[in-house]
């Protein structure tokens, strides 16, 4: 079992700039992927960002050149940093793990809100 827990999330203007990070905990070593996804109200969540074991990074469209996401093995956390936020930004963010060997097994943190004011 994995789990994940996030942090970070807050309220802050257009423009600003906040970091989300994931703690991971538990049987880690199966996770092969990393990810951040988002949820806005009424809409389906969607992906933001994925970061393989091997440092291979993955964007959605809308948030390239803003976000930038990283992970530090050492400390088994994922980080997402978010600039030049925009009020389209505001959601729930999630903290995906995939484990391969495990079937592709999907494991979800709790989420944290992130709202941006105009």
């Known amino acids: 079992q994995v789990q994940l827990v996030e942090s970070g999330g807050g309220s802050v203007q257009a423009g600003g700039s906040l970091r989300l990070s994931c703690a991971a905990s538990g049987s880690i070593s199966s996770i092969n992927v990393m990810g951040w996804y988002r949820q806005a109200p009424g809409k389906q969540r969607e992906l933001v960002a994925t970061?393989?074991?091997?440092?291979?990074?993955n964007y959605t469209q809308s948030v390239k050149g803003r976000f930038t996401i990283s992970r530090d093995n050492e400390k088994n956390t994922m980080y997402l940093q978010m600039n030049s936020l925009k009020p389209e930004d505001t959601a729930v963010y999630y903290c995906?793990?995939?484990?391969?060997?495990?079937?592709?097994?999907?494991?979800w943190g709790q989420g944290t809100q992130v709202t941006v004011s105009s």
């Open positions: 995906n793990g995939v484990s391969i060997r495990n079937g592709y097994q999907s494991y």
């Open positions: 970061i393989t074991t091997n440092g291979i990074i």
